[in-house]
């Protein structure tokens, strides 16, 4: 009978309780980190705060030979800078940099406001119509256009390349550095852009279906995760029933839920840390990779200079689900602790042997 019940037991734990337990704390502690208000709004404020320059230095150290070996996008690069008009100009001259540091960040900062309990959720718009208006901006043509006048003549293979080229399915990365006769190379260009602002909608809006929500105590960021919380009930109800058939007696139960908590949050917290280190190695050391995977020489090199803003955002994404892990691991120790001190079944006395019949005396012989 106690095999049967520990194998009920078991099938409960590891069929239902552990993979729920580990999906659970993956999704917790993502939730925790994208509803955060660091990561939602403070980070892209302070991207966007950073953009002018950090292209402006991009720009120049991609002029370097020895940045960008290669010889086509080095071309491209050269003829830009050619039309004297830097990114922090193109930027401001097609009011770009007015949208983004002001209609935008504006709208971030309420997001956080809403995030921090600091106001009531409502819908909260981003009007993306100022984006479209920068890049159809007779700047941007111009700049283009100076940029392709700045360009080496084609010869045969390369009027050729651009004539397999359209703006529908165009990769920046096979554009011939060189220009065509006529206005092929702009037509290809402007064709490919019409179709990228097609695919944008004019508004994007935050929190849609909230505004009849009332206003939460503690924000709605820290509101939502503590609900969030409440997700770790359906392991445990699978793991606790399994282990109170596994074994009844308190050190049993504890032994059997603390070990089978630590069985679901190890794997959990171990995942979480590698693909943490991995992602910060691929952006620290891993450049190479990129390069030999199908990827520009160019993302590379612009990932390696900016660096610095996706690894905020790989910590800001996975150190929740790392902490999350790593207080279940704590929750499954301590029942274990708790498991060494609990009394165990009680055994059961030994029966005791029946005590033999009395044996009847013999009669006394009668007395003369």
Not at 200 to 214: A, H, N, T
Request: aromatic share 8%.
């Amino acid at each position: 009978m106690d095999v049967t019940r520990k194998i009920i037991g078991a099938i409960l734990i590891a069929f239902f309780g552990l993979p729920l337990l580990f999906g659970i704390t993956w999704a917790v502690g993502l939730i925790r980190a994208t509803l955060s208000p660091e990561f939602m709004t403070d980070l892209p404020r302070k991207i966007i705060a950073e953009l002018p320059r950090t292209a402006d230095d991009f720009f120049q150290a991609a002029l370097d030979e020895r940045s960008i070996s290669d010889v086509n996008t080095r071309i491209w690069f050269q003829a830009a800078a050619k039309t004297g008009i830097s990114p922090r100009d193109l930027l401001e001259r097609t009011g770009l940099q007015a949208w983004l540091g002001g209609e935008l960040s504006e709208s971030l900062r309420q997001v956080g406001m809403v995030l921090r309990g600091e106001r009531r959720a409502a819908p909260i718009a981003i009007d993306v119509r100022p984006l479209k208006a920068a890049l159809l901006h007779p700047e941007f043509d111009r700049f283009l256009e100076a940029t392709l006048a700045n360009l080496p003549a084609c010869d045969d293979a390369g009027r050729r390349a651009w004539a397999g080229l359209d703006g529908r399915s165009l990769d920046l990365r096979d554009l011939p550095a060189c220009r065509p006769e006529g206005t092929a190379a702009r037509d290809i260009l402007l064709a490919a852009r019409t179709r990228a602002l097609r695919g944008m909608k004019d508004q994007v809006e935050i929190f849609e279906g909230v505004s009849r929500l009332p206003r939460l105590p503690f924000g709605f960021s820290r509101t939502i995760t503590f609900l969030s919380y409440f997700l770790f009930l359906l392991p445990a109800a699978f793991i606790f029933l399994g282990a109170a058939i596994a074994d009844s007696s308190p050190r049993g139960f504890l032994r059997w839920s603390g070990g089978s908590i630590l069985a679901g949050g190890i794997p959990a917290l171990v995942l979480a840390l590698a693909a943490k280190s991995a992602a910060l190695w691929a952006l620290r050391d891993g450049g190479w990779w990129w390069g030999r995977h199908g990827n520009s020489e160019l993302g590379a090199y612009m990932l390696e200079r900016m660096r610095s803003i996706p690894e905020s955002v790989v910590g800001q994404l996975l150190s929740p689900v790392v902490a999350a892990a790593a207080v279940i691991c704590v929750v499954g120790i301590v029942l274990l602790a708790l498991a060494a001190t609990a009394r165990g079944k009680t055994p059961k006395a030994p029966a005791r042997p029946a005590a033999a019949p009395p044996v009847p005396s013999a009669p006394l012989p009668p007395q003369a």
